[in-house]
């Protein structure tokens, strides 16, 4: 009974890894829709060379810290353990690459290209895997003091601050230390509109994330038999609810309209296993809301240019999201219970101080180091010319 078993939630979580995977690409079409026509290129390699460098370094180094598992073993042993462990090597590691497909949305335009690759490295091999075995796997006590502190373990059950707050609260100083793109703020105090490249491609972006995150909440569960059908409507109702809200309060605009299902779903994984359908759809609203607000206020009164508002999107949804689960998944709000907004709100500060600590010192030494941003001459050529010396268009620009 117990081989079939394996079987079947080898299958099931392979499932899960595969839907993720395919988030990344949405990662992609969501930043190439949304930056401008001469940084496209740069937006499809530097996902896909992301999620590469992830992959190398969560293998041979960040999944042993998280869970203390080791692949340096000859291939007949790892083939004698039960697949299941290698598939959920490779499903976790699509939740680890998600952290360096969130900055690369709030540094685009302006980064150089190998610096950001050894801060991916950095994160995905250390950093985030830190914070990951901290909550995930029991490590270095921080639950059973949380518990102790507070009566409950801090819950997350799909990483709306173990992922994505953490990933949007590493951005910030990685934003803040690269500066604005150039004349996107004047010294006369007005703004320069730069504008999506491609509303459709943003738009594709968005639905690629929005069904794979089906994927990254439901097989969360990591085995067949704690499937939840709560998880899946609870995710269904929190993204249409995040919709919604950034329609009405985004006044009809396209691209808040397609981050809205994103922001309802960054805010509903840490209690989607515990919320009542409604609760979820309040919780999705309020994403949606927060982050047609905030992205307004960062990029027009704060003036921090975060080209895709990831820190709105990931950081302050995500921030929403735990603190959230402390409040329905409560009983009193109609949820399961076993969760208080005492150790939500514990948990959430430190992986607040946490990704913002971290991200200041990677981001610190790397500008220190080598530099952080393209030369102006390079900026306005682009990156896709002056990394990649090729544009989006080659045939039709030589045809000019």
Not at 99 to 124: D, M, Y
Not at 176 to 198: C, Q, T
Not at 209 to 220: K, P, R
Not at 375 to 396: M, N, V, Y
Request: hydrophobic share 50%; aromatic share 10%; with cysteine.
């Amino acid at each position: 009974m117990e081989a079939p078993k394996q079987g079947a939630d080898a299958l099931f979580i392979l499932l899960g890894a595969i839907m993720v995977l395919a988030m990344h690409a949405g990662f992609a079409f969501l930043e190439l829709g949304t930056v401008r026509r001469k940084n496209q290129v740069n937006a499809l390699v530097k996902i896909l060379v992301d999620f590469s460098v992830s992959t190398v370094v969560y293998f041979l180094l960040g999944y042993g810290v998280a869970y203390g598992t080791s692949f340096f073993v000859g291939a007949e042993q790892l083939a004698m353990k039960s697949g299941y462990e290698l598939v959920r090597f490779f499903f976790l590691l699509t939740f680890a690459a998600a952290i360096p497909a969130i900055i690369s949305g709030g540094i685009a335009e302006r980064a150089k290209f190998w610096p950001q690759l050894i801060a991916t490295a950095v994160i995905v091999g250390v950093i985030y895997p830190l914070f990951e075995g901290a909550v995930w796997n029991q490590h270095f006590g921080v639950q059973t003091w949380i518990r102790q502190l507070t009566g409950e373990e801090f819950h997350d059950f799909a990483g709306s601050i173990v992922v994505h707050a953490v990933g949007g609260w590493i951005a910030l100083p990685a934003i803040v230390l690269l500066g604005a793109r150039a004349n996107r703020y004047r010294k006369d105090g007005g703004i320069s509109a730069h504008p999506p490249s491609s509303i459709p491609f943003l738009a594709l972006g968005a639905w690629i994330l929005t069904v794979g995150w089906f994927g990254f909440n439901v097989m969360s569960a990591q085995t067949l038999d704690k499937i939840s059908g709560l998880v899946a409507v609870n995710s269904l109702l929190a993204m249409v609810g995040g919709t919604l809200a950034a329609l009405v309060v985004g006044k009809n605009d396209p691209g808040f309209v397609h981050n809205g299902p994103l922001a309802g779903l960054v805010a509903v994984c840490a209690g989607s296993d515990l919320m009542h359908p409604l609760g979820a759809l309040i919780v999705g609203m309020v994403a949606g809301t927060v982050f047609v607000c905030m992205f307004t206020l960062t990029q027009n009164r704060w003036k921090i240019d975060d080209v895709l508002g990831v820190w709105p999107l990931h950081g302050l949804c995500g921030t929403w999201g735990g603190l959230a689960a402390g409040i329905f998944g409560s009983k009193a709000l109609g949820g399961l219970g076993g969760v208080s907004l005492g150790a939500q709100s514990v948990g959430t500060i430190l992986g607040i101080a946490w990704a913002l600590t971290s991200g200041l010192l990677v981001y610190g030494a790397l500008k220190i180091g080598v530099g952080l941003r393209l030369s102006q001459e390079e900026e306005f050529d682009g990156a896709d010319l002056s990394i990649h010396k090729i544009s989006a268009t080659p045939e039709r620009e030589a045809n000019w």
